[in-house]
């Protein structure tokens, strides 16, 4: 199909027109036959994917390696598509011009977080996320639903502060939800502290309805079981005066 009875457009023409469009009419166009949609989905670094990347983008995501473990042009358009909401977070936060790190400003005595534009019901998805300056007294990373809270007073672990998030607090690797202590993490003993800069990788999935984490390559485990049949925002909350989170979402986990 496509092209009628003269025959189909060749895959360089459709791809010609392809790099002039936007994500909405690209998805389009990959309902309209398995020819457009191969000339679409193919080739993850094509000129229609190296195009969209280069409109959508900051120059400074592209530029720096907050984007280094991203194989393809597809993948860092996705990977903008499911990064840190600009409105979804809390006022004294801001997202920076690279569109994935996270800013927050210096307030006293309040205690920040941030959610990304997309949620997930269903599959397994990977991300990561980092410090890139202080972690004061409670720097937490992990999920949340869109009711759970996103500011509130004081230095607290935001993330795991009702039913509606679960948080790993890097500074003294607790696990919390509902408000409590779900133990430490990751069980071992002398578990090394968090280094600033250093990514780890969080893998959601909404099949076996669990949470886990790596760090470098190692895989730490899971942390969470049981979670609901909602949709989950990845999220991180923050205390520290002009310290930043940079998030970056992976796709699929490499193992599946």
Known sequence: GGGGPGGRLPSRVLELVFSYLELSELRSCALVCKHWYRCLHGDENSEVWRSLCARSLAEEALRTDILCNLPSYKAKVRAFQHAFSTNDCSRNVYIKKNGFTLHRNPIAQSTDGARTKIGFSEGRHA???????????????????????????????????????????????????????????????????????????????MEDKTLAFERGYEFLGVAFRGLPKVCLYPAVSAVYGNTEVTLVYLGKPLDG
């Open 127 to 205: 991300w990561e996320v980092w410090w890139e300056g202080p972690l004061g007294t409670v720097a937490v990373i992990g999920i949340a639903t869109k009711r759970a809270p996103m500011q509130c007073q004081g230095y607290v672990a935001l993330l795991g502060s009702d039913d509606q998030s679960w948080g790993w607090n890097l500074v003294d690797n607790n696990l919390l939800h509902n408000g409590e202590v779900n133990g430490s993490f990751p069980q071992c003993n002398n578990a090394p502290k968090y280094q600033i800069g250093e990514r780890i990788r969080v893998i959601l999935d």
